[in-house]
């Protein structure tokens, strides 16, 4: 496990990462074309704020630079099933993979999945038993099946969208990255909704390394922050992978000199959990909870590329502790005036 280390002395407030945000600027429907989104970009150096679209990120990165991407796939990861001999609707979401049909879940209402429930989905092409009730809520149910587990997903889950987001999504592909490969994220790594594939061969063209990690999502990320001191919350694990190519890919680029680009806070993570302290990186995989927060010592990443985040939120922490607090709250404020779109399926930002 990986811990965040915070060298301040004050402590700081949920309330410290609070905004009003109005409930239209929040994104119910991803635009057209991918890269069409806005790009506001926050220059570290002295707080400035540039206005752009995203396929103007070709004008910031470099040749020699290497981007990384989170290439995990959201599966289909809610299920509605009932208990045997039951008619109320039981709502499952899969969260983390345990091994050998074992998932720690969601469900709703929690009351109707007690330890020993026996649960069916789909006619019975899937069926499960409540293992256990865990200290935080979450049940640990496992599956029984005949056949391909993420087959039967494919025919009997959808798509787990924010709760934010109200309007129900034509194509779940939108909710994936165009480079989406390994399954197993319960949500989306949303800054990489961004990216097209003719965006992507124009970074090569260019002379950019891109590198790929993988860091299943869990809803961890996005479970409020419940204490009012931020060092009181408690993150929940996720599993990363690092392998041997990419490793070597972004130490080689280190040692030429260019720079270390993470796309999106999940990116982000898994680099500065892998990190040494001079960022060198190796091949493994594993489970972070690393926190991140102002008071943080980046050690791997040069540039984040981020979508806009909720009030309150790790994530709002974690990108003030790239730039800093003031900054990223000014830097909201703009975009808040300037109407750009919030969360998931909004706009996006560059802070370098």
Not at 123 to 129: E, S
Not at 199 to 212: D, P, S, T, Y
Not at 308 to 335: N, W
């Amino acid at each position: 496990m990986a811990w965040a280390h915070c060298a301040h002395a004050f402590v700081m407030k949920k309330s410290d990462f609070y905004f009003e945000l109005p409930e239209c600027l929040i994104a119910q429907h991803p635009l057209e074309q991918r890269d069409a989104s806005r790009l506001l970009v926050l220059d570290r150096a002295d707080g400035s704020v540039t206005h752009r679209h995203f396929r103007d990120l070709l004008d910031y990165v470099q040749q020699g630079d290497c981007m990384v991407f989170n290439n995990s796939r959201v599966i289909p990861a809610r299920l509605m099933g009932h208990a045997v001999g039951k008619t109320t609707p039981i709502e499952v979401l899969l969260l983390v993979d345990r091994g050998e049909g074992l998932w720690e879940c969601l469900t709703r209402p929690g009351r109707k999945t007690r330890e020993g429930v026996e649960l069916v989905f789909g006619d019975g092409l899937l069926t499960a038993t409540v293992e256990s009730v865990q200290p935080d809520g979450n049940r640990l149910i496992r599956f029984h099946y005949d056949g391909i587990f993420l087959e039967i997903l494919d025919k009997l889950g959808t798509m787990p969208l924010p709760p934010y987001i109200k309007e129900k999504l034509d194509d779940p592909e939108r909710y994936q990255t165009v480079y989406s490969k390994t399954p197993g994220s319960a949500a989306a790594p949303t800054a990489g909704l961004h990216f097209t594939p003719e965006l992507l061969e124009q970074l090569k063209n260019k002379g950019v390394n891109l590198a790929f990690v993988t860091l299943h999502v869990g809803l961890g990320t996005f479970r409020p922050v419940k204490e009012d001191e931020i060092t009181d919350h408690v993150m929940h694990a996720e599993y990363y992978v690092m392998d041997e190519q990419t490793a070597d890919l972004i130490n080689r680029t280190r040692a030429n000199g260019g720079k270390i680009w993470a796309v999106g806070t999940t990116a982000t993570r898994t680099l500065e959990t892998i990190a040494d302290e001079d960022g060198t990186v190796r091949a493994q995989s594993g489970w972070t909870d690393i926190f991140i927060y102002p008071g943080y010592r980046f050690k791997a990443v040069d540039h984040l590329v981020t979508n806009f985040h909720l009030p309150e939120s790790t994530l709002m922490m974690l990108i003030s502790a790239f730039a800093t607090r003031e900054m990223v709250m000014d830097a909201y404020r703009q975009a808040i005036a300037e109407e750009y779109r919030f969360f998931s399926f909004g706009d996006s930002m560059l802070i370098r």
